[in-house]
C-alpha cells in the first residue's frame, strides 16, 4: 500500500491510497467515524430555565457542540465540567460555555444555543465524557469519505468537526485498527 497526501489544511485533509483492497478503505472509513473516541457533552443539569424552550431540546443542542480532544492523557473514565449561567435579552453561543477543564474546552465558539428574551435566565452545568461514534453522532470526530479512482486506487477527503486535526483522525483509526488485530491475533492464537 501506498498514501500520498493531496491537501493538509485547516480542518481539512485529502490522501490518495494506492495498492489497497475495497475493503481496507471501507474499513479506514468506518472505523475513522465510529471508533475514534471524542469527548461530547453527555449530561445536563437544569438549575434554571425560564426560556420557552424545553430543557431537553436546549441539552440536545449542547450535546452537539463539539468539544476539544487532547490527544493524550484522557480516558473513558474522565468527565469534564462544563457550566452555563447567562440572563437575556441576548443569544447565547457555545463561546460562553466554561470548562474546568482549559484543554477539554469548546472547539467552534460560534454556535448559537438559545436566544433569550428579556430577563430570561439560564443555568446549567453539563458534563463531557468520552465516547464514540459507534453510540452516539455526538462523538463522531468528523466525516470521511473516499472515492474509488481505479481497481486498487482510493482518494479520501476527511473534514473534522473541530475535537481534533483531521489528520490526527486518521492516525487513531489506524490506532485502533491495530489494536483491534491484535486483539484478534491474540484471540486466534489460542484457538
Given at each position: 500500500?501506498?498514501i500520498?497526501?493531496?491537501?493538509?489544511?485547516?480542518?481539512?485533509?485529502?490522501?490518495?491510497?494506492?495498492?489497497?483492497?475495497?475493503?481496507?478503505?471501507?474499513?479506514?472509513?468506518?472505523i475513522?467515524?465510529?471508533?475514534?473516541?471524542?469527548?461530547?457533552?453527555?449530561?445536563?443539569?437544569?438549575?434554571e430555565n425560564?426560556?420557552s424552550?424545553f430543557?431537553e431540546?436546549i441539552?440536545?443542542?449542547?450535546?452537539?457542540?463539539?468539544?476539544k480532544t487532547?490527544?493524550?492523557?484522557?480516558?473513558?473514565?474522565?468527565?469534564i465540567?462544563?457550566?452555563?449561567?447567562?440572563?437575556?435579552?441576548?443569544?447565547?453561543?457555545?463561546?460562553?460555555?466554561?470548562?474546568?477543564?482549559?484543554?477539554?474546552?469548546?472547539?467552534?465558539?460560534?454556535?448559537?444555543?438559545?436566544?433569550?428574551?428579556?430577563?430570561?435566565?439560564?443555568?446549567?452545568?453539563?458534563?463531557?465524557?468520552?465516547?464514540?461514534?459507534?453510540?452516539?453522532?455526538?462523538?463522531q470526530?468528523?466525516?470521511?469519505t473516499y472515492d474509488?479512482?481505479?481497481?486498487?486506487?482510493?482518494?479520501?477527503?476527511v473534514?473534522?468537526?473541530?475535537?481534533?486535526?483531521p489528520?490526527?483522525i486518521?492516525?487513531?483509526?489506524?490506532?485502533v485498527?491495530?489494536?483491534?488485530?491484535?486483539?484478534?491475533?491474540?484471540?486466534?492464537?489460542?484457538l
Amino acid at each position: 500500500m501506498k498514501i500520498d497526501i493531496l491537501e493538509d489544511k485547516g480542518n481539512i485533509f485529502r490522501f490518495a491510497l494506492k495498492d489497497a483492497a475495497n475493503a481496507y478503505a471501507n474499513a479506514i472509513r468506518r472505523i475513522s467515524t465510529g471508533s475514534v473516541s471524542t469527548f461530547a457533552i453527555d449530561k445536563v443539569t437544569f438549575y434554571e430555565n425560564s426560556s420557552s424552550i424545553f430543557d431537553e431540546y436546549i441539552a440536545h443542542r449542547i450535546g452537539l457542540v463539539p468539544i476539544k480532544t487532547p490527544l493524550k492523557g484522557y480516558t473513558e473514565k474522565d468527565e469534564i465540567l462544563f457550566t452555563l449561567e447567562e440572563t437575556g435579552p441576548k443569544t447565547v453561543y457555545s463561546k460562553e460555555m466554561g470548562s474546568a477543564d482549559k484543554d477539554v474546552d469548546v472547539a467552534n465558539g460560534n454556535i448559537p444555543i438559545i436566544k433569550l428574551a428579556e430577563d430570561q435566565k439560564i443555568r446549567i452545568e453539563a458534563k463531557a465524557r468520552m465516547g464514540t461514534g459507534l453510540e452516539h453522532a455526538k462523538f463522531q470526530p468528523g466525516m470521511v469519505t473516499y472515492d474509488q479512482k481505479g481497481e486498487d486506487s482510493f482518494e479520501f477527503y476527511v473534514e473534522s468537526f473541530g475535537q481534533m486535526p483531521p489528520k490526527q483522525i486518521i492516525n487513531k483509526a489506524f490506532e485502533v485498527i491495530d489494536e483491534q488485530l491484535q486483539e484478534l491475533s491474540s484471540k486466534a492464537k489460542k484457538l
